[in-house]
């Protein structure tokens, strides 16, 4: 768990948090907006993930390069997700996914990582929203993603926690609490897929739960300096195929703004060329 009296270290530049997004498959594209702000040197101060958002930010923040995440997310099926189980407390199992993870994830706790990192989950009985700081790490990304009535909830410090998408699917609060000046929050749930009618019962689920972390998203944007929202409208939450795509989309969107991004730095100033060469590159 947290503690919101941890205090960092003063710059004399501005913090900086990204907050990424649920979104099931969608969220793939947090890979590409992490690649752009990493090879433009912006440094990144506090990283929070709400599921999908919990794995890729925990990849990132535990050095796995972007090609290798890209390459084990192209490869990913669902049967790399979880396993069917006869729990009364879930249709499946989300400990399956534990070799993905270790595929994903170089380290094994918290305090090894190489950026701060938190990963949101939600306590099932109270609705309380809980941001995992310490111990393992793998668990907690499992926490993360665990989708009430599909999952089995995992069990952390004797709390019954789920997906964070329940309350804070694009975490921009927790990043305001830890103080972060500059808040970069993306988003890849804003635009659901409602042509084509869930058809069994974990697509209904899945389903549900995009539904409410949009409506959750939509009040923590608010709070974001910059949103960066990824066109991935036309692709479905399980569209494993189209790994690539997704994450290009999420390098354009990010190159759009990077320029708002360095303005933000003192010693960034961003010319009038290139913000024209940004624009045109739109």
Not at 190 to 212: C, F, G, K, N
Not at 222 to 229: F, W
Not at 231 to 248: E, I, K, P, R
Request: with cysteine; proline share 5%.
């Amino acid at each position: 768990m947290w503690s919101p009296c941890m205090e960092f270290p003063k710059t004399s530049r501005p913090k900086i948090g990204i907050a990424l997004s649920g979104g099931a498959v969608r969220g793939f594209a947090h890979i590409g907006v992490l690649r752009v702000l990493h090879r433009a040197k912006i440094p990144i101060d506090f990283l929070v993930g709400t599921s999908i958002g919990s794995v890729i930010g925990a990849a990132y923040a535990s050095g796995t390069s972007f090609d290798e995440m890209e390459e084990i997310c192209a490869a990913m099926r669902w049967r790399d997700v979880a396993r069917w189980t006869f729990s009364k407390r879930g249709l499946a199992s989300i400990e399956k996914n534990d070799a993905l993870l270790d595929r994903l994830i170089r380290v094994e706790t918290f305090d090894k990582l190489r950026i701060p990192f938190y990963a949101v989950a939600t306590d099932i009985r109270t609705g309380e929203l809980i941001v995992l700081s310490r111990g393992d790490l793998k668990t907690a990304v499992r926490a993360s993603c665990a989708i009430p009535g599909l999952f089995v909830p995992v069990k952390i410090q004797g709390r019954d926690l789920v997906d964070g998408g329940v309350c804070a699917n694009l975490p921009v609060l927790p990043l305001q609490k830890l103080g972060a000046d500059k808040i970069i929050a993306v988003d890849v749930s804003a635009h659901i897929d409602t042509a084509r009618p869930p058809a069994t019962v974990y697509e209904i689920l899945v389903q549900s739960m995009l539904l409410i972390g949009r409506a959750a998203a939509r009040h923590a944007r608010s709070g974001a300096d910059l949103i960066v929202e990824p066109d991935v409208g036309q692709f479905s939450w399980d569209d494993f195929n189209h790994c690539g795509d997704l994450v290009h989309a999420g390098d354009s969107a990010m190159r759009k703004l990077l320029p708002t991004v360095q303005s933000w730095l003192p010693d960034r100033k961003v010319s009038l060329w290139s913000r024209l060469r940004a624009k045109l590159r739109s």
